[in-house]
């Protein structure tokens, strides 16, 4: 006769059942969105001072989507942003945080929050439609990537940078200090009624707070620089690029740029400096140079660049070019490795267009065009013109529209005793560049 088995099991198997399944079951917050489920980004304006020529930035409310641009293949880099984001999401309510589709993979999962991207081909415009602020965690060339990405966007956000690279000259803050930095942008152009509860002005009861909503900069308690501390701003002006055939027609940007860079095609705005090289040509290159619409001269060179103020301390200065300071309204153009010797670097008006004409005499096939650095997939042939012109930023008082908003470290009080209270550019020229070091030192 055959045992019988009972079918129904004992308590004692069953609870420790019952525990796993209860502390395995947990919400998934580490999830990477999609950056349309975002609010319209916020558009801040800038106020003119009588005390030095940069600008004070006032939101017209707490920014709320933050977009994070980081260095490559730099592990130290990517757990600095990590730190960074986790604390802005943390300390800031309604931030969303916004990372380039590679990064997001990278890092979400170390999160317990979700992150915002979309795909390479839909960023740029995306991102023109969302971002309130730009961080970037990198050297120059993160800075430069960070403003490719708005190449086509009048109103680029303002641009918050940590010096992580080899070089940094434009980086004015170091990552120790992105807390007191971010805040510093964070709590930019709130009022008094804003910061109310932040200046230690008598607190609402609950059920005022409950009726009306805590909103904005009043629900960050302790997090003020104060009423005249707004975060300041040094507006780097671009110029703006565009290629035509020899018939006078304007190349379409999808037949020029990396498909990654999804630019329109009238024209591309940049922060550093236009290329024109001949490459892996063997021959020199020959440009007819036309300045305010008239004949300059026929350049025989390995190539010419244009620059803006701010790339005047990168390719431009190994070519031999003037070093210029970013508040200069000026526009520079310098060849490189000129055949002649009386061909000299020229710094001129901002309001001056360039024309660069590739000469029927060009021997070779065709000239690189590269735009901050990075290359377009068409070159020039000849009889093809690149034209440069200067964007306007100050329509008029407290109104600027254009240029890309870098925000500019504070010097504290402390710092100026030990005898850093200097310009930024300056010290850069200093610290950086070694400027007018003797020799032997």
Not at 44 to 69: I, K
Not at 283 to 303: K, M, P, Q, S
Not at 375 to 391: F, H, I, K, L
Request: with cysteine; proline share 7%.
């Amino acid at each position: 006769m055959l045992p019988v088995i009972s079918r129904t099991p004992k308590i004692n198997s069953i609870r420790p059942l019952l525990l796993k399944r209860n502390f395995s079951v947990t919400p998934r917050r580490k999830e990477i969105r999609n950056i349309d489920s975002l609010p319209p980004r916020l558009i801040p304006s800038y106020q003119e001072s009588n005390e030095n020529d940069l600008l004070s930035l006032q939101w017209p409310g707490p920014p709320r989507n933050v977009f994070v641009v980081k260095k490559d293949c730099a592990p130290e880099v990517t757990k600095s942003l990590v730190e960074f984001i986790s604390h802005a999401a943390s300390t800031y309510p309604n931030v969303g945080i916004i990372l380039e589709p590679k990064v997001a993979e990278e890092v979400h999962s170390s999160l317990s929050f979700p992150v915002y991207t979309a795909s390479l081909d839909r960023l740029p415009c995306a991102l023109h439609k969302k971002v309130d602020l730009s961080v970037t965690l990198g050297g120059d060339g993160t800075i430069l990537h960070a403003s490719s990405l708005f190449a086509t966007c009048v109103n680029v956000p303002p641009m918050l940078s940590f010096s992580m690279g080899t070089l940094g000259f434009l980086g004015e803050w170091k990552f120790s200090e992105y807390k007191r930095a971010f805040r510093e942008v964070y709590m930019s152009g709130a009022g008094v009624g804003d910061r109310a509860p932040v200046l230690g002005a008598p607190h609402s009861s609950k059920a005022e707070e409950q009726s009306e909503g805590i909103t904005g900069w009043s629900s960050i308690r302790g997090k003020s620089m104060g009423l005249d501390r707004g975060a300041r701003i040094l507006m780097r002006n671009r110029l703006k690029v565009a290629l035509f055939t020899a018939d006078g027609h304007p190349v379409e940007a999808d037949k020029c740029l990396e498909p990654s860079q999804g630019m329109g095609n009238d024209g591309l705005y940049v922060m550093n400096e236009i290329l024109l090289h001949r490459g892996k040509e063997p021959h020199l290159a020959i440009l007819d140079v036309y300045v305010g619409g008239r004949f300059l001269t026929e350049a025989v060179a390995d190539g010419i660049i244009i620059s803006t103020p701010t790339g005047s301390t990168a390719y431009s200065l190994s070519s031999g070019g003037s070093i210029v300071h970013p508040l200069v309204p000026a526009v520079l153009l310098t060849p490189i490795c000129a055949r002649s010797l009386s061909f000299r670097p020229l710094v001129l008006p901002a309001s001056t267009p360039i024309t660069l004409r590739l000469s029927e005499k060009n021997r070779g096939r065709e000239l690189e065009v590269s735009i901050d650095g990075v290359n377009m997939t068409q070159g020039m042939t000849a009889g093809m013109e690149a034209r440069v012109w200067n964007e306007e930023m100050r329509h008029s008082e407290d109104v600027w529209q254009g240029g890309v908003p870098c925000v500019m470290r504070r010097i504290l009080g402390g710092e100026a005793r030990d005898g850093e209270a200097h310009d930024g550019w300056v010290g850069g020229l200093n610290g950086l560049l070694k400027f007018n070091y003797p020799f032997g030192e």
